[in-house]
């Protein structure tokens, strides 16, 4: 019998679009599973993905799997740019005591995690990129578990607020390192000079560029949301290209973007739109791809340094939220579960990890070894830090489970 051409060819090839389907549609269930033991639903995403890394790499999709970034970069640039557009810079005016902790939680994470990894004989170069990129807090993981946890408060929009500047701090210092990883392998000191302020520079111009565009644009349109969240979720995707495009920075590119939306409009022209339930989707399949990106075999090699590298980073995020606990007005346990919220270390410092790595291969793997060992661990450990951080401060709404039915049949039969 001959072949029929209209039959497709076998094995399938497994394409994006399905790829990303079969993501979101395993991490959504990993996702509940999580959620019915009490823990967050990221902790689901995340198992979800390390259970895909050795099947991707037996049916040889590893490639396709790194590839599949642009779907973890679009979810970064909705999460930064959310996160910019609450950073609200009248606030930092009124109390400057938000801005002084985040530069302490900062400088004392960067001062510990460079001490430790110095102690455990990395060069200078190595553990100061180390401690830079260990400056930032996740912001995908704690905007996650605020909305699951609908926790409003004072805690919260601190954590926003602080999550916000230590991502921007750590990203520009890791930009302004790059310099000296030039000089390190012998570039010239034109390269070494021009392509930090290039990053830094073009990729704020960027944010600025795309926040008047939006403005612009909002004011051609109609004030409704569906229109508003549409122009926005449309000019973040195409900021991320941008940027991938001009090889500047993702974080600083939509961190500004988001940042310049709300604080540069004097009309108002732009509404705030909600982004949270569709840009989901695009969480979901974030952290499904980045726990299948992280090696567990990293603790065969690091585990040692990467235990000592979290609890050096643990010390110093809550030892700079402490020490200006009291002038914010923050109670003792305000200042507890907000120190809590700041762990979370995942994609910013993933990205940093691999911007660095693309750079100079050689030299990024040095580090790799304990920063995805780190990683690992944080990715489960973070999320629930937040949920308990936001729990402890009162913030988050109760977990409360449905009752049985024959239970709710017996207190209606009372009442």
Not at 240 to 257: E, N, P, R, T
Not at 320 to 342: C, D, E, I, K, P
Request: net charge neutral; hydrophobic share 60%; glycine share 8%.
């Amino acid at each position: 019998m001959a072949a029929l051409p209209f039959l497709p060819d076998l094995p399938l090839t497994l394409s994006y679009p399905l790829l990303f389907g079969v993501l979101l549609v395993a991490g959504m269930l990993g996702g509940e599973a999580a959620r019915r033991l009490r823990l967050p639903r990221i902790v689901g995403y995340v198992l979800v993905g390390f259970a895909i890394a050795p099947v991707a790499s037996a049916m040889n999709i590893g490639p396709l799997l790194d590839e599949a970034r642009i779907f973890v970069d679009i979810a970064l640039g909705l999460v930064l740019f959310d996160l910019g557009r609450r950073l609200d810079l009248g606030w930092l005016k009124r109390d400057w005591t938000l801005a002084a902790s985040s530069v302490g939680e900062c400088v004392l994470v960067f001062a510990a995690v460079f001490a430790a990894l110095s102690a455990l004989d990395f060069t200078p170069l190595q553990a100061g990129l180390a401690a830079a990129i260990a400056m930032a807090t996740s912001p995908a993981v704690v905007l996650l578990v605020a909305q699951d946890t609908r926790a409003e408060g004072q805690v919260t929009e601190r954590a926003f607020t602080l999550v916000a500047l230590n991502s921007l701090l750590a990203s520009v210092v890791v930009t302004m390192l790059l310099a000296t990883v030039h000089y390190e392998v012998r570039l010239d000191l034109t390269n070494a000079v021009l392509h930090p302020l290039y990053l830094f520079a073009g990729s704020l111009a960027l944010g600025g560029a795309m926040a008047s565009v939006a403005r612009t644009l909002a004011r051609m349109l109609e004030r409704s949301p569906d229109l508003h969240f549409t122009l926005v979720a449309g000019l973040v995707v195409a900021a991320v290209g941008l940027a991938q495009a001009g090889k500047l920075s993702v974080i600083l590119a939509l961190l500004a973007f988001g940042m310049f939306s709300r604080n540069e409009g004097r009309g108002h022209e732009l509404m705030a739109v909600d982004l949270g339930r569709a840009s989901r989707l695009f969480y979901v399949v974030l952290f499904v791809i980045t726990g299948a990106s992280l090696p567990l075999s990293a603790f065969e090699t690091a585990g040692w340094a990467a235990a000592i590298l979290v609890a050096a980073r643990a010390a110093g995020k809550l030892a700079g939220v402490f020490v200006f606990a009291s002038l914010g007005g923050l109670r003792l346990r305000q200042a507890l579960g907000l120190g809590a919220t700041l762990l979370p270390m995942s994609s910013i410092a993933l990205l940093l990890q691999h911007d660095v790595a693309r750079l100079y291969p050689e030299f990024g793997q040095q580090l790799a070894a304990v920063l995805l060992a780190a990683l690992v661990a944080m990715e489960l450990a973070g999320p629930i830090a937040v949920q308990w951080g936001l729990r402890f401060a009162g913030e988050a709404e109760p977990d409360r489970r449905p009752a049985p039915p024959v239970a709710q049949g017996v207190a209606g039969q009372a009442r």
